[in-house]
Structures are given as structure tokens and as C-alpha cells.
């Protein structure tokens, strides 16, 4: 048996209307456009953050490592601004710098060209900083006063500027350091 369809219990089975999907639309929209804003500004706060973060790090792992490293020099080969080369440390207690034991620091003084390590026996340079923007070395006497000397090296300040671009922004660290050779004139 068919049963009789009111107009009224038709409707209800209808849907929605045209203007509740509207009022609908509009209400998600006000909800959820907040919510979206608050989660893409939170991801750009956080890429900012890190990559502060990376730039501070390079600089610091880069500095720390040179000067930890020219702290153990035994002699100088060559003082630059941005070069220095020295005998590091006497591997084998013959006396004689190997080249294994000789290393050269060097920046080629073109701003986003990394800070390269490398030792007298490696055909290539490794990197040691990336993003680098400017280095500088100053080399002081027992005086504090500036010098060429290589025999008369008492304490080197390193300057290292880190500068990255990303999304339009810039991201900068300068750090600087000075260390005291240890072993000179043993």
C-alpha cells in the first residue's frame, strides 16, 4: 500500500535550502579562516626561528673549531686577513711538519662563499662555515699591538658574519673570538 506524501513531510526530506548552505558556508568561514591564519603565521615563526638558529649554529660550530685548532699551532706559515696557515700539531713527535699536520683556514673574501679547512695532504678543502659574509683574522704581538710577524704572533681575534637570505628575509650572526696560541716557540 503507497502512502500518501504530505507537502509538509516532503520538505523535510527536501534537504537543505539554498540559504541555510549559505548561512552554513559563512559560519565555517568565520571559524575556520582564524584558525588557518593562526597555524600559517605559527609555521612562519617557526621557519624564521629556524633558520636563526642555523645561522647562529654555523657560525659558532665554524668559529669554535678554528680557534680551537689554531689554540694547538706550533708555528705560522701565513697571516692574512682572511688566511692563515699553520702547523697544527706534531701527530707522529718527529719534530717536522707533515702534511698531515699543516692546516690552512681560508675564505675567498666573495660574500656567500663558505670557510674552508684544509690540510696540506688533502687535494680538496672542506667546508668548516656556510652563508659566509665577511671573515677577518688580526694578529697581536705580546704588546696587544698589531703584527705580520709570524714569529711574534702572541693572541689572533677571528671575526666571522654569517648572513643567510630566505623568504625575503636576512638572517645575520657575527660572532668573534680570540684565542692564544699554546705551543709556540716549544
Not at 548552505?21 to 584558525?35: E, K, N, S
Not at 702534511?99 to 668548516?128: C, H, M, Q, V
Request: proline content about 2%; some cysteine; charged content about 25%.
Amino acid at each position: 500500500m503507497l502512502k500518501k506524501i504530505s507537502a509538509r513531510s516532503a520538505h523535510k526530506e527536501s534537504g537543505l535550502s539554498l540559504v541555510e548552505v549559505l548561512i552554513t558556508i559563512a559560519i565555517l568561514a568565520v571559524v575556520l579562516f582564524p584558525i588557518y591564519e593562526f597555524l600559517r603565521q605559527g609555521a612562519l615563526s617557526w621557519q624564521i626561528g629556524e633558520n636563526k638558529t642555523e645561522v647562529t649554529q654555523n657560525a659558532r660550530i665554524g668559529l669554535d673549531k678554528m680557534c680551537n685548532e689554531i689554540k694547538h699551532a706550533r708555528a705560522f706559515y701565513t697571516l692574512g686577513s682572511s688566511q692563515v696557515r699553520f702547523w697544527w700539531k706534531d701527530l707522529n713527535d718527529d719534530e717536522l711538519a707533515d702534511a698531515n699536520e699543516i692546516i690552512t683556514y681560508n675564505w675567498s673574501g666573495t660574500s656567500g662563499d663558505d670557510l674552508t679547512r684544509k690540510f696540506d695532504a688533502e687535494a680538496e678543502a672542506t667546508p668548516l662555515a656556510n652563508y659566509v659574509d665577511s671573515f677577518e683574522f688580526k694578529y697581536y704581538d705580546i704588546l696587544s699591538a698589531e703584527t705580520a710577524a709570524l714569529d711574534a704572533v702572541h693572541f689572533i681575534t677571528a671575526t666571522l658574519r654569517i648572513k643567510k637570505t630566505a623568504q625575503e628575509f636576512d638572517y645575520t650572526a657575527i660572532m668573534r673570538k680570540a684565542v692564544y696560541p699554546r705551543n709556540m716557540n716549544i
